[in-house]
């Protein structure tokens, strides 16, 4: 009976199920997170009467958090653990989310990108270290696998931040449209804007509150120690030595533009749709409406793929599926692009399923091998996060040009991911060859 419970059990007697599960509900929190704000660029844009490229200061800000924290958080798990880490980032979501109330009581933007900020520097901590602990948690021939489940919750999150953007936030916001805001007076502009931001920052009180109670259920539970052997820091001679690793090297730049194509591919859904149905006839509201449930359905989907891919990783190399799938993501893009009507809308979902396994996968594979170094690698691929924050400004530009070249700027502007979806092809075909 020993034996058979062995796998369950660290070295120095600690269940590895707890802290499996405890940990795994981080993955569905940062999800929350993530989703809930990608609506937002929009919601911003009609609240503050800015331009769909302003708005996206949202994402800069969003995923400027996760760049600038990431190797700061692996100096941090490496000087002390995991778990110090965890627990480091949950405070910092915690605190982030409830600095919307002052931010709502200034009425204005800026405010809100620096909560934006602070959250997602401790997503940052969050990822930083909880992916790798996943990793260590068990063998390393089965890692990808374990990492690609424990990820599998965070399209959950995902899709529960979703629908509290769409039944929470932007069903209860003033129905003005853009047109309608822009002919206010001061006076009622200030009235409208106040009473949508009471509405747009009750959710980020609640989560802030949750992530609370989270951080002192795991700061109370016992953890295993795993790979917190060495407490060195060693900065620049890891650093060095990890970047010389073609695989993680090429791996950060493969996730750097995978997170650009999944946050544009959800972000701008919206804008797609919206361009699209009131193109059809529908006026904005019921357009952006229609849209967002397009996103929840995409993100189901994405769910769904995730599990299945990871079934599918006990049987097919992942570097293998990593290039199909981005392959089919390109083509899918493809029809994004150049079909003006709802079959466009179908092929945007579709990139979805394509997505599901990619980030987990590609991290999986860049820090195989890599022992404790495993702490400044993942860092690495936290901060090629920054994907977020550097191209979906890009893609807004073009959008907000509004037709280029004789068709909808908001079509063509999707081929930035269909770029992002060949790098990460590539980096799929190499994977597959090294390891063949």
Known sequence: MKNSRQPLLHKDGVSYVLPFILITSCFAFWGFANDITNPMVKAFSKIFRMSVTDGALVQVAFYGGYFAMAFPAAMFIRKYSYKAGILLGLAL?????????????????????????????????????????????GTEETATRRLNLAQSFNPMGSLIGMYVAMHFIQAKMNPLDTAERAALTEAEFVAVRDSDLSILIQPY?????????????????RMPNNHDQSHDINFI??????????????????QFFYIGVQIMCWTFIIQYGTRLFMS??????????????????????FCFSRFICTFLLRYLNPGRLLMLL???????????????????MYCLVGISACMS??????YGIAL????????????GLIMAILGGSVLPPLQAAIIDKGTLFGMPAVNLSFVLPLICLLVVAVYGYRSAKRTA
Do not use: W
């Not at 059809?280 to 989907?301: C, H, P, W």
């Not at 981005?326 to 466009?344: K, Q, R």
């Open 205 to 221: 009180l609640m989560i802030g509150l949750i992530i609370i109670a989270l951080f002192f259920l795991i700061r109370f539970t």
């Open 357 to 362: 396994l990619m980030f987990p996968t590609i």
């Open 368 to 379: 195989e091998g890599l022992g404790d170094d495993a702490k400044f690698g993942a860092a």
């Open 280 to 301: 059809q006839g529908m006026d904005e509201k019921t357009a952006e409406v229609l849209s967002q449930r397009y996103n929840i359905i995409a993100m189901v989907i």
């Open 326 to 344: 981005a392959a089919g993501g390109s083509l899918l893009t493809l029809g994004t692009i150049f079909l003006e009507n709802n079959f466009g």
């Open 93 to 137: 979501y915690a605190f982030g989310a409830l600095l919307f109330f002052p931010a709502k009581m200034t009425g204005s933007y800026y405010p809100f990108l620096i909560a934006y900020f602070i959250l997602t520097c401790g997503l940052s901590f969050l990822e930083t270290s909880s992916n790798p602990y996943i990793l260590s948690m």
């Open 237 to 254: 001679p890891t650093i060095k030595r990890i970047f010389s690793i073609p695989h993680y090297r090429e791996g950060v730049i493969a």
